[in-house]
């Protein structure tokens, strides 16, 4: 019953429950473990008299890099810290929205597993919560998995 099971991270509690689960879930079927961290890049805009200046290009393609950088180290930290440096889960970064980043990259996937709550409480407010969105859209069947509640 080997196959492919896609889990969203994003250096949360919940998206680390959801890695969990994913592992152990691909334990039982002998199937390999992708973990997707979604980024974006925001140009920053300073405020001027005449409105929203754009700081130069070469501080944007630095900015970028930068934040490249930051989502490789979340993935990578997030993933050790769960499952110890020996383990067989391939890490993909994406730039995109996480939900079509997910949506995207489990076309194939026998199952997408996401945590039910993220790092972003504002978006979710604005744009809705990703793993409604992933549920709604995805091309496989969707685990949604809870964190433990902390005491």
Same mark, same amino acid.
């Given at each position: 019953?080997?196959?492919?099971?896609?889990?969203?991270?994003?250096?949360?509690?919940?998206?680390?429950?959801?890695?969990? =689960?994913?592992?152990?879930? &691909?334990?039982?079927?002998?199937?390999?473990?992708? &973990?997707?961290?979604? =980024?974006?890049?925001?140009?920053?805009?300073?405020?001027?008299?005449?409105?929203?200046?754009?700081?130069?290009?070469?501080?944007?393609?630095?900015?970028?890099?930068?934040?490249?950088?930051?989502?490789?180290?979340?993935?990578?930290?997030?993933?050790?810290?769960?499952?110890?440096?020996?383990?067989?889960?391939?890490?993909?970064?994406?730039?995109?929205?996480? &939900?079509? &980043?997910?949506?995207?990259?489990?076309?194939?996937?026998?199952?997408?597993?996401?945590?039910?709550?993220?790092?972003?409480?504002?978006?979710?407010?604005?744009?809705?919560?990703?793993?409604?969105?992933?549920?709604?859209?995805?091309?496989?069947?969707?685990?949604?998995?809870?964190?433990?509640?902390?005491?």
């Amino acid at each position: 019953m080997a196959g492919r099971i896609v889990v969203g991270i994003d250096g949360s509690e919940h998206s680390s429950a959801a890695l969990r =689960w994913a592992v152990e879930e &691909a334990k039982l079927r002998g199937a390999t473990v992708e &973990a997707v961290h979604a =980024w974006a890049y925001v140009p920053v805009t300073t405020p001027a008299d005449s409105g929203l200046v754009p700081v130069a290009w070469t501080d944007s393609i630095d900015a970028l890099q930068a934040s490249q950088e930051a989502a490789e180290r979340i993935a990578s930290d997030q993933v050790r810290d769960v499952l110890g440096d020996d383990h067989d889960v391939t890490v993909s970064l994406v730039q995109d929205d996480a &939900a079509d &980043a997910l949506t995207h990259a489990a076309a194939g996937a026998d199952l997408l597993v996401v945590g039910n709550r993220g790092r972003g409480a504002l978006k979710e407010a604005l744009l809705g919560s990703t793993s409604g969105r992933v549920a709604d859209h995805a091309p496989c069947p969707v685990v949604v998995v809870r964190a433990p509640k902390s005491d």
